[in-house]
């Protein structure tokens, strides 16, 4: 399970370092790509084929803008030695990535932010609204 929240420098050529809790678990082979609310999204390789699959098996009419947004900016990364990634600037500039980013853990995901980003959009969240969405839980 991926979770937990780390922050992290990308240097100029957009290569960030992975934290190691996340590395050992995402693997020697990962893929990156546009995420939601101005984020980006790391999968794990079985995680990546599942979403594919799933795609795949919706009629073109909804598949096509899903494919398009998560499919044609992705990439597949492997950490160097150090355990550094690189993100390719198309996807940096879709979560406008600059200095300071934030991994966080998301269960079956690892999201990476730019940290004022991150910390804007979670001090947004509410009680109420995570109560709200608990409802569906059942809790």
Same mark, same amino acid.
Request: charged share 35%.
């Given at each position: 399970m991926l979770i937990g929240e780390y922050q992290h420098n990308i240097d100029a050529k957009g290569r960030v370092?992975?934290?190691?809790?996340?590395?050992?678990? +995402?693997?020697?082979?990962?893929?990156? *790509? /546009?995420?939601?609310?101005?984020c980006l999204f790391v999968?794990?390789?079985?995680?990546?084929?599942?979403?594919?699959?799933?795609?795949?098996?919706l009629p073109i009419s909804k598949a096509r803008t899903i494919q398009r947004f998560f499919f044609s900016?992705?990439?597949?990364?492997?950490?160097?030695?150090?355990?550094?990634?690189?993100?390719?600037?198309? +996807?940096?500039?879709?979560?406008?990535? *600059? /200095?300071?980013?934030?991994f966080i853990g998301t269960s079956n995901r690892v999201e990476i932010w730019d940290s004022d980003r991150w910390t804007s959009f979670n001090s947004a969240i509410t009680e109420d609204s995570i109560e709200e969405a608990m409802d569906f839980l059942e809790l």
């Open positions: 370092a992975v934290p190691t809790k996340f590395r050992d678990d +995402l693997g020697m082979r990962f893929y990156i *790509t /546009k995420g939601l609310d101005g999968l794990q390789q079985n995680e990546w084929e599942k979403l594919e699959e799933k795609v795949r098996q900016g992705a990439a597949e990364v492997q950490p160097d030695k150090q355990g550094r990634i690189l993100i390719p600037q198309p +996807l940096r500039d879709h979560a406008s990535l *600059t /200095k300071e980013v934030t």
